[in-house]
């Protein structure tokens, strides 16, 4: 019988899951319509709309989840249904990660000015340089899934030998093993952390030599460049330490087994991983003129602030 505190879990979980696909499904949405209206789409569009769709895919794998551990504790914790959720779960969850780091790298490339002969030449070919990262994001990702299959691999081989109460010099070997490369597949998330440090940094140091340049010609803080610096480190922070968040609510989910309450552990860590892909898409939308523009006429159009006969971009 669910309890009160399922009952809770799963109208929260409902809730984040309800508004992570307005949000992310106004994203595909709204560069879908500009897409089939102009058959182009420019890159930073592209990435965005990939982005949300990963994330609407990585809600839907997380819900179920959810619904997991409050009806199916047992196939929650071991079965065939939880290796493939975590093999889903694995995939979607860097590819997602990924595409929001290529786009703080685009941000950074597009906007950062530097002279250093290296980031000039990453900036002029910018194109090609996206088109090798979202390739190397999907092998990275690839890589992370297969880490993970061999990591069950070795988990049943573990049971197999507990089984039969054989303790040996090769079950513990292969329990040595099993750890290494379950802590080894954390370090995964690295790469893109690290990458958007980078980008980070990297504003952050082209913001403050351009507000000195601003300063010494006696011109407004406030110029086009100055604006897109700060809308583009907004971006990248809010997805540094949602990203933060993010994975400390997937290593209580991941290792809620060793913490004394197991189900509320997972529950709470549930609930935490299901917060990073709505809210840093909506910040995304902010920080994106065209659909911060659409989604502010689409909520005055709700709320009855156009005149009839009027249309918002997302009607013409």
């Known amino acids: 019988m669910m309890g009160l505190t399922d009952g809770v879990f799963l109208i929260v979980c409902g809730t984040q899951f309800t508004l992570g696909i307005l949000v992310n499904g106004f994203i595909g ?25 990963s994330r609407i895919i990585l809600l839907c794998i997380i819900l179920t989840d959810s619904f ?24 979607t969850n860097h590819l997602s990660i990924w595409f929001a780091t290529c786009l703080g790298v685009l941000y950074c490339l597009k906007i950062a000015s530097f002279s250093h002969p290296t980031f000039l030449w990453l900036k002029w ?20 899934t297969a880490s993970l299959i061999n990591e ?19 079950f513990r070997k292969k329990r040595n093993e099993y750890y290494l490369i379950h802590v080894l597949g954390t370090l995964w ?17 082209s913001l403050g030599r351009h507000t000195r340049q601003m300063l010494q010609n006696s011109t407004s803080s406030r110029d086009p460049s100055t604006e897109a610096h700060k809308r583009a480190i907004r971006i990248i922070l809010s997805f540094f330490f949602l990203f933060l968040l993010y994975f400390l609510a997937f290593l209580i989910a991941s290792f809620g087994n060793f913490l004394p309450e ?11 991983t299901m917060f990073y ?31 009839p006969g009027s249309k918002g971009p997302i009607f013409s």
Request: contains cysteine; proline residues 2%; glycine residues 6%.
């Open 29 to 53: 949405l709204v560069n879908g319509r500009s897409w089939f209206k102009t058959k182009r789409m420019s890159l930073s569009d592209f990435i965005i709309a990939t982005l949300a769709l």
């Open 68 to 91: 997991l551990i409050v009806f199916s504790v047992k196939e929650h914790d071991s079965g065939i249904i939880m290796q493939l959720i975590d093999v889903f779960w694995t995939f």
């Open 125 to 144: 070919r910018v194109s090609r340089v996206m088109v090798w990262m979202l390739l190397g994001a999907l092998l990275l990702s690839c890589g992370s």
């Open 152 to 170: 069950f691999k070795l988990y049943s081989v573990l049971r197999g030998i507990e089984a039969t109460r054989n303790v040996t010099e090769h």
């Open 189 to 205: 998330y690295l790469p893109p952390l690290v990458v958007s440090l980078a980008s980070y940094f990297l504003l952050i140091f």
């Open 262 to 272: 197991t189900k509320m552990a997972k529950m709470i860590g549930e609930v935490m």
């Open 277 to 307: 892909p709505a809210g840093h898409s909506f910040i995304v939308i902010l920080g994106n003129s065209k659909l911060k523009q659409t989604f502010v006429e689409m909520l005055r159009c709700e709320s009855g602030h156009l005149k």
